[in-house]
Each structure stands twice: as structure tokens, then as C-alpha cells.
């Protein structure tokens, strides 16, 4: 979930976990009314260790508890999830793989940083893929899809109503990636996700911006209609433009930070 959260230190010092907690990755996980445990076991079996770890460690990224540039200790993380050194490691590899951590011979394991021209050329790289899923999509969707996507914009719809942003961020990734989905082609999803990844913090600070969520909204309700209608250029077209609209937002989110950061910089000086 994408909740505030008090951020552990850079070498992530933090009070060890009994165990790692595979709650926190699926619904499944949690034990059933009775007791008998017979989701976690079900988790366990189907899921290696590594790839618990990998989640864990993903879900503190995106939610922001690990904060970009901070480096993971692999035997603190250990520590603190209850596990051994070896799941850690196989899980970092694959946060690499995913575009969320980079690994840096003789130094370690950070959290990735990503500046603005780099995030500039993923949403690019993203609208291009974007008005190639509306077109696929349009083409391909069954009626079921179509109703599952409405949903999810509904869903989006009431999160705003009610102001809350860490919900409509939440549905908004899951309407996006259910879009790619819906192509059949792993390739792209793959390629979507890294994309996805490496873009969140931006891509959050640019819909916390005043008016960004209704803008946002209303654009999710033309691509599912243009979809609908069959209309493919259409969709791809809206896709598209709405890829764009996020990295504009998150231009101007840049821009209006900037004031606040000199006069911190300032500050810091002057306390020198």
C-alpha cells in the first residue's frame, strides 16, 4: 500500500522484524478464520523466499520507507525481514533487474535515483508504448474488459471525490498496468513495469499537484470510452496525450519546488 510512513535511516537501522511479514505482498497470505494458516503455507509453497523478500523490499520502496539514494545493508535487511543473507542478495539482483535499486561494484546497493532529464525520457519512451497499448487494446477487448476498466475508474473516481490520494495512486498504477495487460505481450509488460518503477516518485509528486487528480480522472474516462467505441487511433491518440500531460505535471512540480529547495540550501549555508 502507498501510506506515509516514518522512513528508516539511509543503512536502514530499524527495531528487527520477528519474521518476514508475507501478508504484506498478497491478500493470500493472511491466515484463515480458523487459524490453521493454511493461506501463509500456500504463499510459502508457491513463492520462494527470494522472491517474498524482493516484494517486501519493493512495497518499502514504493511506499517511500526507503528513500531514493539510501543504500541497503544486505545483513541489516536480513535482520530486520528474518532471514538469511542469500534471499537478500537474490532479491536485490532482481530489484536491479526492475529498475529500483543499482548495484555498484565495491560500494554496494542504493535505491536508485532518477533526475529529471531521465525521467523526461522515460515518459517519452512510456508515451510511445502507451498509444501503441490503447490501439492493441481497443482492437482486442472483450466486454469483460471493458466493464473491469470502467470499474477501476470508478474506483479512481471516489478515491478523488473523497480527496484521497494515496488510494487513487494505487487504482491509477493498477488501471495503467491492467491496460498493458490486456495486450497479451509480456515483452511490453516488462518493459512497462521497470518503466513504471523508475517513474513513481516523480509520478507521484506530479499528481499531488492542485488539480492534477480531476485532470487525470477525466482523461481516464475518454481513453475507456474511446476504447469502447472501438476507436483505435483514437485511444492510442488519448493514451498518448495523457503520458505527456503527467510529464508536464511533473515539470511543473519541479519548477515549484525549486524555491523551496534554494531556500533550504540557504539555510543550511547560513548555519554554517
Same mark, same amino acid.
Given at each position: 500500500?502507498?501510506?506515509?510512513?516514518?522512513?528508516?535511516?539511509?543503512?536502514?537501522?530499524?527495531?528487527?522484524?520477528?519474521?518476514?511479514?508475507?501478508?504484506?505482498?498478497?491478500?493470500?497470505?493472511?491466515?484463515?478464520? @480458523?487459524?490453521?494458516?493454511?493461506?501463509? &503455507?500456500?504463499?510459502?509453497?508457491? @513463492?520462494?523466499?527470494?522472491?517474498?523478500?524482493?516484494?517486501?523490499? *519493493?512495497?518499502?520502496?514504493?511506499?517511500?520507507?526507503?528513500?531514493?539514494?539510501?543504500?541497503? @545493508?544486505?545483513?541489516? &535487511?536480513?535482520?530486520?525481514?528474518?532471514?538469511?543473507? =542469500?534471499?537478500? /542478495?537474490?532479491?536485490?539482483?532482481?530489484? *536491479?533487474?526492475?529498475?529500483?535499486?543499482?548495484?555498484?561494484?565495491?560500494?554496494?546497493?542504493?535505491?536508485?535515483?532518477?533526475?529529471?532529464?531521465?525521467?523526461?525520457?522515460?515518459?517519452?519512451?512510456?508515451?510511445?508504448?502507451?498509444?501503441?497499448?490503447?490501439? /492493441?487494446?481497443?482492437?482486442?477487448?472483450?466486454?469483460?474488459? &471493458?466493464?473491469?476498466?470502467?470499474?477501476?475508474? *470508478?474506483? !479512481? $473516481?471516489?478515491?478523488?471525490?473523497?480527496? $484521497? #490520494?494515496?488510494?487513487?495512486? *494505487?487504482?491509477?498504477?493498477?488501471? +495503467?498496468?491492467?491496460?498493458?495487460?490486456?495486450? =497479451?505481450?509480456?515483452?511490453?509488460?516488462?518493459?512497462?513495469?521497470?518503466?513504471?518503477?523508475?517513474? +513513481?516518485?516523480?509520478?507521484?509528486?506530479? #499528481?499531488?499537484?492542485?488539480?492534477?487528480?480531476?485532470?487525470?480522472?477525466?482523461? +481516464?474516462?475518454?481513453?475507456?470510452?474511446?476504447?469502447?467505441?472501438?476507436?483505435?487511433?483514437?485511444?492510442?491518440?488519448?493514451?498518448?496525450? +495523457?503520458?505527456?500531460?503527467?510529464?508536464?505535471? !511533473?515539470?511543473?512540480?519541479?519548477?515549484?519546488?525549486?524555491?523551496? /529547495?534554494?531556500?533550504?540550501?540557504?539555510? /543550511?549555508?547560513?548555519?554554517?
Amino acid at each position: 500500500m502507498l501510506k506515509p510512513a516514518t522512513r528508516p535511516s539511509a543503512r536502514l537501522v530499524s527495531t528487527p522484524a520477528p519474521a518476514l511479514r508475507t501478508a504484506a505482498p498478497s491478500p493470500a497470505a493472511r491466515p484463515s478464520p @480458523n487459524g490453521n494458516g493454511v493461506h501463509t &503455507i500456500r504463499v510459502l509453497q508457491s @513463492n520462494s523466499l527470494p522472491t517474498l523478500v524482493q516484494r517486501e523490499l *519493493e512495497r518499502m520502496i514504493l511506499a517511500g520507507d526507503l528513500p531514493a539514494g539510501a543504500k541497503l @545493508n544486505e545483513a541489516t &535487511i536480513a535482520d530486520l525481514l528474518g532471514v538469511s543473507r =542469500g534471499p537478500v /542478495r537474490e532479491a536485490f539482483r532482481a530489484l *536491479e533487474e526492475s529498475g529500483l535499486v543499482r548495484l555498484e561494484k565495491n560500494r554496494g546497493v542504493f535505491v536508485r535515483q532518477i533526475d529529471v532529464k531521465e525521467a523526461d525520457e522515460i515518459y517519452e519512451v512510456r508515451a510511445v508504448l502507451d498509444d501503441f497499448v490503447g490501439r /492493441r487494446v481497443a482492437q482486442t477487448a472483450k466486454e469483460s474488459d &471493458i466493464r473491469e476498466l470502467r470499474s477501476l475508474v *470508478e474506483r !479512481m $473516481d471516489k478515491a478523488a471525490a473523497k480527496n $484521497d #490520494l494515496d488510494t487513487y495512486y *494505487e487504482v491509477n498504477l493498477a488501471f +495503467h498496468d491492467r491496460l498493458v495487460q490486456l495486450t =497479451g505481450n509480456a515483452k511490453l509488460l516488462f518493459t512497462y513495469r521497470r518503466l513504471i518503477n523508475e517513474l +513513481h516518485l516523480y509520478r507521484r509528486t506530479a #499528481l499531488g499537484q492542485a488539480g492534477a487528480v480531476p485532470v487525470s480522472s477525466h482523461q +481516464h474516462h475518454d481513453i475507456v470510452e474511446k476504447i469502447a467505441a472501438r476507436q483505435s487511433a483514437a485511444a492510442g491518440r488519448a493514451l498518448f496525450e +495523457h503520458v505527456i500531460g503527467s510529464r508536464e505535471r !511533473m515539470h511543473q512540480a519541479t519548477t515549484a519546488d525549486r524555491p523551496a /529547495r534554494r531556500r533550504r540550501k540557504r539555510r /543550511r549555508g547560513g548555519d554554517a
